[in-house]
């Protein structure tokens, strides 16, 4: 008792020194990024991403265009799983940056442009590549006017097209404009750069020590220059140049044709801005039409929180009116009612009779659990601030990793499911395996395909073979064994047994003037309901390379999609045991499942009317592709939650009725 006593005095003493520290210390908004301070003079190199395109979502290599190489040699950063997978290839470059100090730099001049590269750049010219430059871990950021209305981009394209023209002009020239915030220091010094820094606490005296100046902001202009090749050959890098105004006249801009020399140049402004660190992302995850998405989101709550609320209060009121006339009555009337009416009642004897292709059934729901676990944690962690945009790739990572962990759950929820069905736990080795591999094959085939098209293409979103042994390791180390230590536990557990006895003879089904799966289809349309007008936006951060951070609305529509499912599933359950049809496992599941075809239908849609920037077959093709895994996950989790749903509405249905 007295060990007890000092445990829980010694938790309050950490919790109380935990608190107090967290006053004393700065928070910050994005967790996983560190702060760092530079001094005046102080040299800062951008970072170079992939060239990426909205029309072919093919992205290539920085430095597969002849443009200025560092002096040390091109170095690749460290990238995690999540930023290979989605094509990054973050580079080093010869941009140099010094604080506080506004100049324009020259950088280097090409060698004259071969066929090739001059057919390179218009064609990377004409399909609107955007280069991607990184400062301080921020993306450099541009501003556009189109039809009056201000559009905020990353990045700044390969080159353009005048109207009316058939020449086109490379992008030789950058002014950046880079927002600076004074820090002068609270006790804390925080040294490092991007994700690697580390904090270390210094006392009141080092506060000069800590002062300096923080990097909140990362614009961007580009514009073409003609330099003469005489005068720029003279020059070495970093030599000083004139300053230029931009935009200039058609005749001043540097074309791309054969044989024609290009010097690239900078110019470099530094401005002191009231943005503080930990606010500095504010810009980029502005979403536009802000007001628009918060009022769709909330007509969509109160409309479909209004339907199911009906729904769910019909069908209460005709349930509990079943079981009521039902056990009021003796035996002798219950059985002279089962002969005299339709209905739920007559199914009794078949209504848990083994379904159709039961290990199928019992691995898709395995997989459901998996992949819905999954998507529920990752939202929660996003939800709460864990998953920055400035740790890029942290959110695929993160995906990856609770799947590959969630296996048990996996293994454990389909073998029970089966052993419920069976009766025995003979075959869930069996079942296991399948469950491991189901879903992660299908992945596996669609992406292989893909990958045969975009190593053709020579894209940098091309999953090298390394990563194919690397993402294989992780799912045969952690992923296999852990669903089938979750089989094992699931053989272990005491199962669900059924509340009535199954005949040996099936009841024969009554023909429907409609086919069934006509209603099944047609229910998937009240989930769909619920998130299309997220889904819009979903689409629009991952084809049109936006940034998607409100996951607080995301978290709202998950929990209203789960609510759903389950009432739509049960309600279509109910309405086919009303009608006899004791077959209902499977309905069950594709009640909801079937919202998977309207999310895809709706891609579809997407493609041809709202990316219509999306050129060539290619680039169609890795849209359907990617498209019909996003599909095939959503039928996977939504039917498994509408059928866990069914299947404990089921067996308390019958529970509740007294048969000898």
């Avoid at 920085?62 to 973050?90: F, H, R, V, W």
């Avoid at 210094?202 to 300096?212: E, L, N, R």
């Avoid at 010097?263 to 504010?282: A, G």
Wanted: one cysteine or more.
């Amino acid at each position: 008792m007295a060990l007890l006593f000092v445990s829980k005095r010694t938790y309050l003493v950490l919790f109380t020194y935990v608190v107090f520290l967290g006053h004393l210390c700065n928070g910050f908004y994005l967790p996983g990024s560190y702060m760092r301070t530079y001094s005046t003079g102080q040299e800062i190199f951008a970072k170079v991403n992939s060239l990426t395109s909205i029309e072919t979502e093919l992205p290539f290599s920085y430095y597969s265009l002849p443009y200025c190489t560092p002096s040390g040699g091109i170095k690749k950063s460290a990238e995690n799983l999540g930023e290979l997978l989605m094509g990054d290839q973050i580079d080093n470059s010869p941009y140099r940056f010094r604080m506080n100090i506004n100049e324009s730099v020259f950088l280097c001049t090409t060698h004259p442009l071969s066929e090739h590269e001059v057919k390179l750049l218009k064609q990377r010219t004409h399909d609107l590549y955007q280069v991607n430059m990184i400062l301080d871990n921020l993306p450099a950021m541009r501003f556009a006017n189109q039809n009056g209305v201000k559009i905020q981009w990353t990045g700044f394209p390969v080159g353009f097209t005048p109207p009316g023209s058939k020449d086109d002009y490379i992008i030789n020239h950058v002014k950046f404009r880079v927002f600076v915030h004074e820090y002068e220091g609270t006790g804390v010094q925080i040294i490092g750069t991007g994700e690697e820094g580390m904090g270390v606490i210094s006392s009141s005296d080092d506060k000069k020590k800590s002062a300096g100046y923080e990097i909140v902001g990362f614009e961007v202009f580009p514009c073409s220059v003609k330099y003469d090749p005489e005068k720029m050959a003279k020059l070495h890098q970093y030599d000083q140049v004139d300053s230029v105004n931009c935009p200039l006249e058609q005749e001043k801009s540097q074309i791309i044709r054969e044989q024609e020399k290009i010097s690239f140049t900078y110019e470099v402004e530094f401005v002191k801005s009231n943005v503080r660190w930990p606010s500095r992302w504010d810009a980029y995850l502005k979403m536009e039409g802000a007001r628009v998405h918060w009022f769709s989101i909330l007509n969509s709550l109160m409309v479909i929180f209004f339907l199911a609320g009906i729904v769910f209060v019909i069908f209460l009121r005709t349930v509990r009116r079943d079981l009521t006339r039902y056990e009021e009555l003796d035996k002798e009337s219950q059985a002279q009612m089962n002969e005299e009416l339709s209905g739920w009642k007559l199914v009794v004897g078949d209504v848990f009779r083994e379904p159709n292709n039961s290990k199928l059934l019992c691995v898709m729901v395995g997989d459901g659990v998996q992949i819905t676990g999954m998507t529920v944690v990752t939202i929660l962690f996003a939800a709460f601030g864990f998953m920055s945009p400035a740790s890029r790739g942290m959110l695929l990572t993160g995906m990856i990793i609770l799947y590959l962990f969630l296996g048990t759950g996996a293994g454990y929820a389909g073998v029970y499911l089966w052993r419920t069905i069976k009766g025995t736990s003979e075959g869930w080795r069996s079942v296991s395996w399948s469950i491991a591999f189901f879903f992660p094959g299908i992945v596996f085939i669609i992406l292989t395909v893909l990958n045969f098209i975009l190593w053709g293409s020579n894209s940098t979103s091309a999953i090298p073979i390394s990563l194919y042994f690397i993402l294989l390791s992780l799912l045969f180390c952690i992923s296999v064994p852990l669903t089938l230590l979750g089989g094992y536990l699931g053989t272990r557990a005491y199962p669900i047994q059924f509340p009535v006895r199954t005949n040996q003879i099936s009841r024969e089904i009554p023909s429907q003037k409609y086919p069934s799966w006509l209603l099944v289809i047609g229910a998937g349309t009240l989930p769909f309901g619920t998130l299309f007008i997220e889904l819009f936006f979903i689409l629009s951060s991952i084809w049109l390379g936006r940034f998607y951070y409100v996951f607080g609305f995301l978290l709202v529509v998950l929990m209203l999609l789960v609510v759903v499912c389950a009432e739509v599933s049960v309600v279509l359950t109910y309405m086919h045991l009303c009608v006899e049809d004791w077959q209902w496992w499977w309905k069950a599941f594709y009640a909801s499942g079937s919202v998977s075809v309207y999310v895809f239908l709706y891609s579809m849609k997407y493609l041809v009317f709202d990316l219509q920037s999306l050129s060539g077959p290619v680039s169609a093709i890795l849209y359907l592709g990617y498209s019909l895994i996003f599909a095939i996950a959503i039928m996977l989790s939504t039917g498994t939650i509408g059928f866990i749903t069914s299947f404990y509405f089921v067996h308390y249905l019958f529970s509740s009725v007294k048969i000898d």
